[in-house]
């Protein structure tokens, strides 16, 4: 077997005061940003707060969006820029950015490439809510794609030697005549350089933010990892920039949440072929409708949250349903009468909601909630599984405003000299709703771009 994979930071006695590029974060927006820049002949430093390296993108599940890709033309997909976009900008209630949603759409497929190149394979399909094709990239093994990802990306930074140090917080940008010159760190040290690129992630769990913005949410769980506190944002609001939608906020409806940490139970569960079933055993909804509508439509059953039900297929397809059930999030039952004793629905309603459903999938036709994806397989094949899910603050699509080449703006929209940002710190990209499977493919389209107007930039 395959010796796993272990990254070592740089050593702190090697932080140097002078790169060319200062990268704040480590998620999948900061290590593709870095290796663009070195490949580019560029010397770029890579600084995390965390002990831990890869941000929220080591909890991305789903998978990663993109259309036109020589992945969905082997699975016989035609696809188009122009559906990509469109589902989008409806999925984010024609909130979207136009400009960036459009260098979004159209540079997926070269991310899709240029990871292939890398080595990254992505090669298997799957579906997430308020797409109507098949265009989330994963690994073939089925696997988390964020973890994935990262592991991938930083076996790259170190082929590299590209440095990256942890436990560093960026808490201020230097300017030096009009132009940012650098950063200073938590420990009151100057680190200079021609460019930053923001690359530090939400809000999700930033509190402080959160209580100013949408208040509301405040008492909501959290899928977000404890360093998603905003920190870009105030750095580049600090000096100026532009907010845009700070006040949208992402709930993602299907998180477990009954013990002591949120668990975000990935899309894929139910584009593979999952239900939701109410505390009755019934369906309530469309499973794939956007995570705005079907989160309001389990906030509508008046705090109980809901069950995601599926059968032995439908879980051979998810990798991470081992993961949650390892962890003890799953319950589950050899028939679905066994299964509704465990969780306390009546067996007979229960039995009739998943032979209506299967019912459905024969015909492809949902007469309930006029479903049309994830219907590729029924639940049929003992043992049968529930997860009890409920609604979690997941993700800010609020942030910094940039312009498709991925310069902070201020105020007036001109560009501040020297600073650049992707991934989720940016703000304006996802509208009011962002649709699962384009926070990864942010993160690399736009951690790409970063790299190489960075290069631009310092000519
Ligand atoms: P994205 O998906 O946009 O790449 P992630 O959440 O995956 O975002 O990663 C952002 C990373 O940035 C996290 O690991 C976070 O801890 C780190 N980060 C946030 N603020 C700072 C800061 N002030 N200094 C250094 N690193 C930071």
Redesign the pocket.
């Known amino acids: 077997m395959a010796e796993k994979f272990v990254f070592k930071p740089t050593k702190i006695e090697q932080l140097q005061d002078n790169y060319d590029v200062i990268i704040?974060?480590?998620?999948?927006?900061?290590l593709t940003s870095a290796i663009q820049a070195y490949e580019l002949g560029l010397s770029p430093v890579i600084?995390?707060?965390?002990d831990k390296?890869?941000?929220?993108?080591?909890r991305a599940s789903s998978g990663m969006n993109a259309a036109e890709t020589f992945v969905q033309l082997n699975h016989k997909i035609v696809d188009s820029f122009q559906a990509f976009y469109d589902e989008t900008f409806v999925g984010g209630g024609k909130k979207n950015n136009p400009e960036l949603l459009k260098f979004f759409t159209e540079h997926g497929a070269l991310a899709i490439d240029w990871l292939e190149k890398h080595g990254i394979e992505l090669d298997d399909l799957t579906i997430t809510g308020g797409m109507k094709t098949m265009r989330t990239h994963r690994p073939s093994s089925m696997a988390p794609i964020g973890g994935y990802l990262v592991t991938e990306l930083l076996k790259l930074v170190k082929k590299d030697q590209i440095p990256l140090f942890d436990k560093?917080?960026?808490?201020k940008l230097l300017m030096t005549d009009g132009k940012i010159s650098g950063v200073i760190t938590d420990k009151e040290k100057e680190i200079h350089a021609g460019a930053v690129i923001l690359?530090?992630?939400?809000f999700g769990a930033g509190k402080d933010l959160l209580e100013k913005y949408r208040n509301d949410l405040l008492k909501l769980k959290t899928t977000n990892?404890p360093?998603?506190?905003g920190?870009?944002i105030k750095?580049a609001k600090a000096i100026g920039a532009k907010l845009v939608d700070m006040d949208q906020v992402q709930v993602h409806p299907t998180v477990q949440q009954d013990t002591s940490h949120a668990f975000l139970i990935g899309e894929a569960v139910r584009g593979e072929g999952a239900i939701l079933v109410n505390k009755q055993g019934v369906r309530f909804v469309n499973e794939l409708d956007t995570r705005k509508n079907v989160t309001k439509a389990i906030d509508d059953l008046g705090g109980t949250g809901a069950y995601l039900i599926f059968d032995t297929g439908i879980r051979k397809r998810v990798k991470a349903i081992e993961f949650y059930d390892h962890v003890g999030l799953v319950e589950s039952g050899q028939n679905l009468l066994e299964l509704a004793d465990k969780v306390g629905f009546d067996p007979q309603t229960l039995q009739m909601t998943v032979d209506k459903w299967n019912f459905a999938v024969a015909k492809k036709d949902d007469l309930e909630f006029h479903r049309t994806t994830g219907m590729d397989r029924k639940i049929i094949q003992g043992p049968f599984f529930a997860i009890h899910i409920a609604p979690a603050v997941h993700y800010t699509m609020g942030g910094v405003a940039i312009n498709p080449q991925t310069q902070v703006l201020n105020e007036n929209n001109q560009v501040i000299k020297g600073l650049f940002a992707?991934?989720?710190?940016v703000g304006g990209l996802h509208g009011n709703n962002r649709i699962g499977g384009n926070?990864i493919a942010e993160?690399v389209v736009f951690g790409r771009q970063a790299g190489q107007q960075v290069f631009k930039y310092l000519q």
């Open positions: 704040i974060g480590s998620g999948g927006a900061g600084l995390e707060k965390m390296i890869g941000g929220n993108t080591t560093i917080k960026v808490d690359a530090t992630g939400g990892q360093g998603a506190t920190d870009g750095l992707a991934g989720e710190v926070s993160t």
